[in-house]
């Protein structure tokens, strides 16, 4: 799909299903044609160039066509991060299985190892595909442009990428989502955002987990949503229990408003 | 450790511009990296090092401008540096400020041959 010139070949990401992450070469560096398409005098004397790029331009351009790809769908996509822990894959089945009669939804988990998350989500009859980053730290969006290919989400779907637990690599990399959820549980200390600023900075929401364990914790809730809004003073903030469904209503309406306008972009479903 | 990840960035960045622009090795890396961008410049030049091994950049130097994080503050009508992204307002105390700069990452220049 969105695999011209890729430069994958780090051997050690899969998704379920290939073989291979995509053993493709890189493009042959063809040294005789240079800028004058062949033997230039001066050619091997060092000069300066300038390039002004972005480091991220390549993962950024994959972002841009897996946008478009899903806008093209009426897909809604979400990004969620989180540290290992956080209680994001009970907060995904225990979603698939409350709105599964009312929303087309799919799942792109991503872990360095194990496909124990995918399986865990496809028990719910949704939809799942896992990529195993290897030592990877984080999902990029070339490695989620595959999984969409290998996915194949329905049209107008909601999709969770459910990233590598870790606050701190994923940050940088946009996958072509439509919004980052970082979810956080109280049983966690409540300075992260302070802790992990990057991340919280570029969340659209920040879902407080677990808080069925609040009158055994020492957690301050209001301190928390105060250091998470000092990093990104816009940013939505539920507190939910996935565990004892608490809050998950208002979760259920955030995804539906989010989901309408991309939804409403496209009036047909795109047959596939 | 996503800073192996920026250098394999960096190294498909220089790849695509080795065919652009026909140069057989580089010798130099510039790169401007904001005090905000998370990045960890040793982890960076760590993995600069492994990343480059066997390819176009094999034996580089890599130079990193470490660019300020400024901020808009306002309350002060100014701009002001900041040293993480919660900072208040150093003169005014004011918060949350408008961050301006600072989580930049970018490939500058190349010395190539």
Redesign the interface.
């Known amino acids: 799909m969105m695999c011209t010139?890729c430069?994958c070949g780090?051997g050690e990401t899969s998704i379920e299903g290939h073989h291979h992450y995509h053993g493709h070469s890189?493009?042959l560096?063809?040294?005789g044609?240079?800028?004058?398409g062949g033997q230039?005098p001066g050619?091997?004397?060092?000069?300066?160039?300038?390039?002004?790029?972005?480091?991220?331009?390549?993962?950024d351009g994959y972002a841009a066509a897996n946008r478009q790809w899903l806008a093209s769908r009426g897909i809604t996509a979400l990004n969620l991060v989180s540290s290992p822990g956080s209680g994001k894959t009970t907060l995904l089945t225990r979603t698939l299985h409350d709105l599964q009669e009312e929303v087309p939804m799919a799942v792109i988990e991503g872990d360095q190892q194990t496909s124990v998350d995918a399986e865990r989500i496809r028990a719910t009859g949704a939809r799942a595909v896992q990529i195993n980053t290897g030592k990877?730290?984080?999902l990029?969006a070339h490695m989620v442009g595959h999984a969409l290919t290998s996915l194949g989400p329905e049209a107008q779907s909601l999709l969770f990428i459910e990233n590598v637990g870790n606050l701190?690599?994923?940050?940088?990399?946009d996958l072509g989502e439509a919004c980052r959820v970082v979810i956080l549980s109280v049983t966690e200390g409540e300075d992260k955002p302070?802790k992990y600023?990057?991340m919280f900075?570029a969340a659209g929401l920040m879902l407080l987990n677990k808080i069925d364990l609040l009158p055994h914790l020492s957690f301050d809730v209001e301190r928390c949503i105060d250091?998470a809004?000092?990093?990104n003073?816009g940013m939505q903030v539920l507190q939910v229990s996935a565990a004892s469904g608490t809050g998950m209503q208002a979760w259920y309406r955030w995804l539906t408003d989010i989901r309408r306008p991309v939804v409403a972009g496209v009036a047909e479903p795109v047959t596939a | 450790?996503?800073e192996i990840?920026?250098c394999?960035?960096?190294?498909?960045?220089i790849?695509?511009?080795?065919?652009a622009?026909?140069?057989?090795h580089v010798?130099l890396v510039k790169?401007e990296i904001g005090r905000?961008?998370?990045v960890e410049i040793e982890a960076m030049r760590f993995g600069f090092d492994a990343v480059t091994r066997d390819t176009?950049a094999d034996g580089a130097s890599l130079e990193i401008i470490e660019a300020p994080g400024t901020a808009w503050c306002p309350h002060c009508q100014q701009r002001v540096e900041v040293l993480?992204?919660?900072d208040a307002c150093p003169s005014c105390g004011h918060?949350?400020l408008e961050l301006t700069a600072g989580?930049?990452?970018?490939?500058?220049?190349?010395?190539?041959?």
């Open positions: 010139t430069g780090e890189h493009p560096l063809d040294y044609k240079g800028v004058a230039v050619l091997s004397q060092a000069r300066m160039i300038r390039i002004e790029q972005d480091i991220l331009a390549k993962n990877g730290c984080h990029d701190v690599c994923p940050a940088s990399f302070l600023p990057d900075a250091y809004r000092r990093i003073p | 450790m996503h990840s920026l394999e960035s960096v190294v498909q960045v790849e695509d511009q080795a065919l622009q026909g140069f057989r010798r790169l905000l961008a998370g176009i993480q992204r919660y918060a949350p989580d930049e990452m970018r490939i500058v220049e190349l010395e190539v041959e």
